[in-house]
């Protein structure tokens, strides 16, 4: 006689039984991975109660992508375009600065080229204007009664501008008449040292077109109304001005 098996509410089949423990144990192997200090169970995600997990199709994923990218780009255009306007400005200030330090460079060698020439042309009047008033002065402050037209001829040689009228009045007026009636002789020279060298001038002021010149000149006069002669030891100052002759006498002072 067969013997009966009963079987509970809470029983199981073995092969039942094993086959759960099997899954079980496979998903408890997928959330463990081995660490350094023993197996690390690892949290699987999942999705809310009533909700799928779906993979993106291709037009979502592409527009995630799309506006992922969309503001580096433009920002590195940004930033590249402010770089370039920035690099612009920059090499746009250099070429002024350069061309502003090249009219200067010019400038000043063109003032230097000036101030040498001008200096060499007054280095050059200084020795010009004293020699013409060395030989100038015995002849426009000499005269002789017997000879005055000859004489006052060639003082006027030396003269110029205005001082040259004025001196042919002077002497027609003054002079001439004074020296024929007392037979008046004035002999003038520019004093030299006793030992000899060059004449005792010196210049006060120059420029390329214009000069100073101090002179020391002795007049030795006779006349009717002098016994002897008389000697007078002055001091004359002659303006010297360039002219188309030469230089020439603008102006006498006695000091």
């Not at 009966?4 to 029983?11: F, K, L, N």
């Not at 003082?155 to 501008?161: C, D, I, V």
Request: proline letters at 5%; hydrophobic letters at 40%.
């Amino acid at each position: 006689m067969a013997k009966a098996t009963i079987r509970g509410r809470g029983s199981t089949s073995p092969g039942r039984s094993m086959t759960a423990a099997a899954r079980a144990a496979a998903k408890r192997s997928d959330r463990v991975r081995p660490g350094p200090d023993g197996p690390v169970v690892l949290d699987t995600p999942r999705a809310p109660v009533g909700e799928r997990l779906e993979a993106p199709d291709d037009a979502s994923q592409a527009r995630r992508d799309e506006n992922q990218h969309v503001g580096p780009v433009v920002v590195a255009e940004e930033t590249t375009a402010a770089s370039s306007e920035r690099r612009r400005r920059r090499r746009g200030r250099l070429c002024a600065l350069l061309a502003v330090l090249t009219v200067l460079a010019l400038a000043a060698t063109g003032v230097l080229a000036w101030e040498y020439a001008e200096g060499r042309r007054t280095d050059a009047a200084r020795g010009q204007a004293q020699a013409a008033a060395r030989k100038a002065a015995p002849v426009v402050l000499s005269y002789d009664y017997r000879r005055l037209d000859e004489d006052f001829a060639a003082a006027r040689g030396h003269l110029t501008g205005a001082f040259k009228e004025e001196y042919g009045r002077t002497t027609d007026k003054v002079v001439a008449p004074t020296a024929k009636k007392y037979h008046g002789v004035v002999k003038a020279s520019v004093v030299s040292p006793p030992g000899g060298g060059q004449p005792a001038t010196s210049v006060v002021s120059v420029s390329p077109d214009r000069a100073v010149v101090l002179l020391f000149v002795n007049q030795v006069t006779t006349s009717t109304q002098v016994t002897g002669s008389r000697v007078d030891l002055n001091r004359v100052r002659m303006t010297m001005t360039r002219t188309s002759g030469g230089w020439k006498v603008s102006a006498v002072d006695a000091l």
